[in-house]
């Protein structure tokens, strides 16, 4: 689980390194408890939409879909 929350942390960095902080953070813990509790979630940046999915089945994969906005 670790491993995938520091990935996701770094990828709204690359790709959205306008998001405050406490945006990121709150990004990040609505998108890993809906993606847990329904196996998939997408969430707006400010640069990017994020969609994550969780395929328990497979090992507890997680996937993660950038859609930047340029």
Do not use: K, W
Not at 3 to 16: K, M, N, P, R, S
Not at 32 to 58: F, I, K, N, V
């Amino acid at each position: 689980m670790t491993d995938i929350v520091l990935v996701f942390g770094a990828t709204t960095v690359i790709f959205d390194p306008r998001l405050t902080p406490e945006r990121r953070v709150q990004l990040l813990s609505d998108s890993m408890e809906l993606a847990l509790l329904t196996d998939m979630s997408e969430e707006d940046g400010l640069d990017a939409r994020y969609g994550l999915s969780y395929d328990q089945a497979a090992g507890g994969v997680f996937v993660i879909v950038v859609t930047p906005r340029h």
